[in-house]
């Protein structure tokens, strides 16, 4: 479960980014975030999986009080979160393959389930026969599924996806969106943020609006 | 204890990784820490030489006491004494009038190929006093010359006392200022590898940024980067020692002749192998402290946001 109670935050000393947000998801739920660009959807995400502090208000996640953590104990709210960035965060000089078997290096897995759930990752994303590309050499849509497979291969329980059809076409979009749907299905919660309207169309899911750092409807 | 461990082994994993993935910032690192410690290493030798000389040159400093002609027995006997309840003395040597004479004689005709013969002796007798290697030697060496200078039957003593002390400093002036350079060398070489180590942690910022968002403790993050500060620290010492060594002994080989030719008995020496312990040890912990702050800097500007 994931609460917001009147969470304000400010970068630098322009009007508020997030404007006394409160804000509540179920467990197993699937959430569109939408608004224009600029109406802080990316920081509500970051705030949620701890990258960003915020000046007022409460976070929890999963139980865990988000603005009470500190470096030392980060990483056991990270590791309940997979992210989906906007801009993939895939590392140049590790193959796909490389890069989906990092995230679960950083948790002390051992080799061999590493490499099966990585290969089980990149199956589900259907980019098995580009595991030994290297991200540059992969199309947009390439990258940004591979970065699918990075954020659910721990199985986290909560999903946080910036933008995953930022840049694709209609078709790849709506697998993607199947893609999050299905590891909905399987428990998992989430926010999928995004400002196409034929995104939020194609998946019958709630819709939380924002604007200009507040909630306009939910 | 297991986890330590643990976290090690996937430490040493990530670190060869990482190397792998990034051979030239590394070799780079290397480079630089090599070069380092070979200024460093060739100041030591260049330290330790000038050192062995100015020891071996400090042990021939000798003190000579010249003996009045109607010297009695009892003043000789008085002065003996003296050497022998002195614990400093290493040796003493007596040179008779007639042996002195000889020596002079002997070395006048090496020179010139003529005999001499005055028909009387104009030397004195006299007798030459070794002293033990200590701290204070010279000092030691003034001291008892001093007293010895007064006592009856002793027409005068020599041991080069203007050139003692300003051998003296000189001896001085050189610890200090091979200390002092030493010291400032070694201040210079962490601030060099710490910024190299530093910044082959900022060409992975990417990657540190991203480990701790997708969940990795800090300590995870720090370890592969510290294993790989030792071990930049260790390969750049052993690289530069090896090659100074190398290029040492062949050096000595070609060269060992001539230069004992120059000054006797003296060979040049290579850095003590306690020395050289010591410089790879804190080439390894310059690696380790150097690769610790520049993580821990750049964490604290990660979290502080
Ligand atoms: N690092 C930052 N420093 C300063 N201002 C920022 C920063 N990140 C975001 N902002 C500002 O905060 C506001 C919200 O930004 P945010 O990235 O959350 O919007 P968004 O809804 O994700 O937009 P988009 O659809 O373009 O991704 C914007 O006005 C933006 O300029
Ligand atoms: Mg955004």
Redesign the interface.
């Known amino acids: 479960m994931i609460q917001l109670f009147n969470v304000i935050k400010k970068y630098g000393s322009g009007s508020p980014a997030l404007d006394d947000i409160s804000l509540r998801i179920e467990k197993g739920e699937f959430v569109f975030l939408t608004g224009p660009s600029g109406a802080g959807k990316t920081t509500i995400l970051k705030i949620l999986?701890g990258?960003?502090?915020f000046e007022e208000g409460q976070v929890l996640v999963q139980g865990i009080n988000v603005g009470k953590l500190?470096?030392?104990n980060?990483?056991t709210l990270?590791?309940s979160?997979g992210?989906i960035f906007q801009d993939y965060?895939l590392?140049a000089?590790?193959t796909a393959f490389e890069n989906v078997a990092?995230?679960q290096?950083?948790?002390?897995r051992n080799r061999k389930t590493i490499k099966f759930k990585t290969w089980e990752a990149l199956k589900n994303v259907g980019l098995t026969s580009k595991k030994d590309s290297f991200p540059p050499q992969l199309s947009g849509g390439e990258q940004q599924r591979v970065a699918i497979a990075?954020a659910m291969v721990?199985a986290p329980p909560i999903i946080l996806a910036d933008e995953p059809t930022g840049n694709l076409d209609q078709e790849i979009s709506l697998e993607i969106l199947k893609l999050l749907e299905e590891l909905n299905r399987n428990g998992a919660t989430i926010v999928f943020a995004t400002h196409s309207q034929d995104i939020l169309k194609l998946g019958n899911h709630r819709v939380v609006v924002l604007n200009r750092g507040k909630v306009i409807s939910s | 204890m297991n986890s330590v461990i643990?976290?090690l082994l996937?430490g040493s994993r990530?670190t060869i990784a990482n190397v792998r993935?990034?051979v030239q910032t590394f070799l780079i690192s290397v480079m630089t820490i090599a070069i380092s410690i070979g200024i460093l290493g060739l100041f030591l030798i260049i330290f330790f030489n000038l050192n062995g000389f100015l020891a071996s040159w400090n042990q021939q400093v000798q003190l000579i006491v010249y003996l009045q002609d109607d010297i009695s027995r009892a003043q000789k006997g008085n002065l003996e004494d003296l050497f022998k309840t002195n614990s400093r003395v290493q040796s003493t040597e007596e040179v008779t009038k007639d042996q002195a004479w000889q020596e002079f004689r002997l070395s006048q005709a090496e020179k010139s190929g003529l005999e001499l013969d005055l028909g009387f002796n104009p030397l004195p007798g006299s007798y030459r006093v070794r002293f033990k290697m200590s701290d204070n030697r010279l000092l030691h060496i003034s001291k008892f010359a001093g007293k010895i200078q007064s006592e009856p039957g002793v027409e005068s003593v020599e041991y080069g006392k203007s050139w003692v002390s300003r051998f003296e400093k000189f001896m001085v002036f050189c610890r200090v200022f091979l200390m002092a350079t030493g010291a400032l060398l070694s201040f210079g070489l962490i601030l060099i590898i710490s910024n190299t180590i530093r910044l082959s942690i900022y060409s992975r910022q990417?990657?540190i940024?991203?480990?701790?968002?997708?969940?990795?403790?800090?300590q995870?993050v720090k370890i592969p980067f510290l294993l790989e500060g030792m071990l930049q620290g260790l390969s750049g010492s052993l690289l530069s020692l090896g090659l100074m060594e190398i290029i040492y002994y062949y050096l000595r080989n070609e060269f060992q002749t001539s230069i004992e030719s120059i000054a006797r008995g003296m060979g040049f020496q290579f850095i003590p192998e306690p020395f050289l312990l010591i410089l790879v040890g804190s080439s390894v912990l310059i690696g380790l402290v150097a690769s610790y702050i520049s993580t821990y800097q750049y964490?604290q500007v990660l979290?502080r946001?």
């Open positions: 999986s990258w960003e502090h500190n470096a030392g980060m990483h990270r590791r979160i992210v965060k590392l000089n590790k990092f995230a290096e950083v948790t002390n990075r721990n | 643990q976290a996937i990530a993935a990034n990417d990657e940024e991203l480990m701790l968002l997708i969940g990795a403790t800090p995870f964490m979290n946001r």
